[in-house]
Structures are given as structure tokens and as C-alpha cells.
């Protein structure tokens, strides 16, 4: 039987899961109604759905993820840097639903007194809490990869510093909408990948230089379109790793789905050893704030 849902609401997913008073998953249901889908139909219906998909009327909902953001259903506000989960989860706020608990967690902040560049997260805190309890561990360097890869930097179970690279939407434009899109291909030769990762770190100005390079190859001795998208993805990804990671330092790695796999073989090729959090660090993360709450 169910006790909560336990909501992950993306960009552009809604991912909802049953879960029992031990905060275990007991049943998942995926939809297209992620912020950009649900804003015009509204948020309230679209969680309705999910909850019915569930056999789920009645219970209470902890959410996470740009469904609390500004262009979201309510704003949460964020809770800055040293952050601990317990503070996330007293910054939630609750969503206009009438019945039962619906309860929105808070993101984190960092930079906003100017100290250090300012850098936000939705979502992202939640996964890290479920992966330290996972792990058993209060401190360490997490990676959660995505289209906003990030950093984040856990001591004594708070989060106390983060920073986001733009490494996926960089590689989309660059693929998608430059002169370089005519010859790209899929990212899934991962020989040119792993060559990419291992390319030695350059400044910004060499990097655009390098990557007309790759037109001019093309034109000049011609180039297979997977691999010049292979080798692009994996400069962009090895050096946010150079960027982002001290030697010696070995991140635990949050996420799932194809994304994880590349940063998995981004770090096999540097040959850095990682930590492999579970896959379903959100949904524990939600049940850590379920059971903060006092619903488990």
C-alpha cells in the first residue's frame, strides 16, 4: 500500500512514484508533462493524472525539480549555501491543492551577497540527499550530469558549494545550429570520444578556433559524421572535467540514462576512478523529505 508520491518534475518529463511507508518505490509512471507541457493545461491537472495512473488519490506529494522554479507552479524559495537537507525541506512550500499535503522542495543558491559567482539548482539537491543516504556518506564531490551538468561539493551533509557547466546545451548548439551541423553525426563512436576526453585542456579562444577545425577537416580530407560529433562531445566533457576536478578527487556519480553512460566512459578514459550512485537517488531523496515531514 502507498503511503506518499513522490514527484521528480523536469523541463520537459514528469516522473511520479508509489512509495510505501519504508520509502520504497512501489510503482512508477512517466509522462510528457514536464514545465514546458504542463503550464498551459495547468499543473494541478497534470499531477492528477499521475496520481490516477498510480491509484493514488488522496495521498500526499512531495515534489522536486523546476516544477518549483519561477516559471513553475509555485515558486520555492531557494535555500543558500551551506545547505542542508533539512533546510531544503523547511524552505518547501505548498501547492493550491485542496486535500491532501502537496508540498514543493526547495532548490539551493549560492553567490547571492556576490562572495562567490552565483549559481542555482532544482532538483539536483534532492538527488544528492538520496545519494548520500544511499552511499552512507556525509561528504564527498557529486556529478550529476546533464543537460546542465553539476558539480557540487558536500561537507558534514551540506551542501557547501556548486557549479554548473553548460556542456550539453554547448554541444547541442554547436551540433545543431552552426556551421559545424552539416557534418555532424550521432555522439556514439567512442574511440573519437574517448580521444576528445583525453585531448589536452585549451582556453576559450583556442577551443572555437579547434572547433572550425573540425569543418575544415571535413572539407579537406573528409571526416566520418560520428565520429567528429563523438570527438566534439567528448573535448566539451573532458575539459568540465579538468575544470571542475581536483587530482586525486573521486566524484560520486548521480543520474541515469545515456548521459551517465557517456560521463562513465569520460572517466574510464581519464582513468579516474568513480563512486556509482544508485539510479533512483531522487525517489530516495523524496522519501527522505516524506519521512522529515512525518508521512513515514
Known amino acids: 500500500m502507498g503511503a506518499f508520491v513522490g514527484v521528480d518534475w523536469g523541463t520537459t518529463r514528469l516522473r511520479a512514484h508509489l512509495m510505501d511507508k519504508e520509502g520504497a518505490v512501489v510503482g512508477t509512471v512517466e509522462t510528457d508533462d514536464g514545465l514546458m ?56 512550500v505548498a501547492a493550491p491543492v485542496n486535500g491532501a499535503d502537496v508540498l514543493i522542495l526547495a532548490g539551493v543558491a549560492q553567490g ?8 542555482v539548482m532544482r532538483g539536483e539537491e534532492t538527488e544528492i540527499a538520496g545519494a548520500m543516504a544511499a552511499l552512507g556518506v556525509a561528504e564527498g564531490v557529486f556529478v550529476l550530469p546533464g543537460t546542465h551538468t553539476k558539480w557540487a561539493r558536500v561537507e558534514d551533509g551540506r551542501i557547501t558549494g556548486f557549479r554548473t557547466f553548460m556542456t550539453g546545451d554547448v554541444f547541442a548548439a554547436l551540433k545543431g545550429h552552426t556551421v559545424l551541423s552539416a557534418m555532424m553525426g550521432e555522439p556514439t563512436d567512442w574511440t573519437a570520444f574517448g580521444a576528445g576526453v583525453r585531448a589536452d585542456p585549451i582556453d576559450l579562444g583556442d577551443a572555437m578556433a579547434e572547433f572550425f577545425s573540425l569543418r575544415a577537416e571535413a572539407l579537406l580530407v573528409g571526416s566520418n559524421p560520428d565520429a567528429a560529433a563523438s570527438r566534439l562531445s567528448g573535448r566539451l566533457i573532458g575539459a568540465e572535467i579538468s575544470a571542475a576536478l581536483g587530482a586525486g578527487e573521486q566524484p560520486i556519480l548521480v543520474g541515469s540514462g545515456a548521459i551517465r553512460g557517456a560521463y562513465e566512459r569520460a572517466f574510464a578514459a581519464l582513468d579516474r576512478d568513480i563512486v556509482p550512485a544508485p539510479q533512483d537517488c531522487a525517489a530516495r531523496g523524496l522519501a527522505l523529505a516524506a519521512r522529515y515531514w512525518g508521512w513515514i
Not at 41 to 54: H, I, P
Not at 113 to 119: E, Q
Open 37 to 92: 507541457a504542463a503550464r498551459p493545461d495547468g499543473f494541478a491537472g497534470a499531477l492528477e493524472r499521475a496520481r490516477e495512473k498510480l491509484d493514488a488519490p488522496g495521498l500526499p506529494v512531495a515534489m522536486s525539480g523546476m516544477v518549483g522554479s519561477r516559471q513553475g507552479w509555485v515558486e520555492a524559495p531557494y535555500a543558500d549555501c551551506p545547505a542542508s537537507f533539512a533546510a531544503i525541506a523547511d524552505h518547501a
Open 112 to 119: 547571492r551577497d556576490g562572495s562567490v559567482p552565483a549559481d
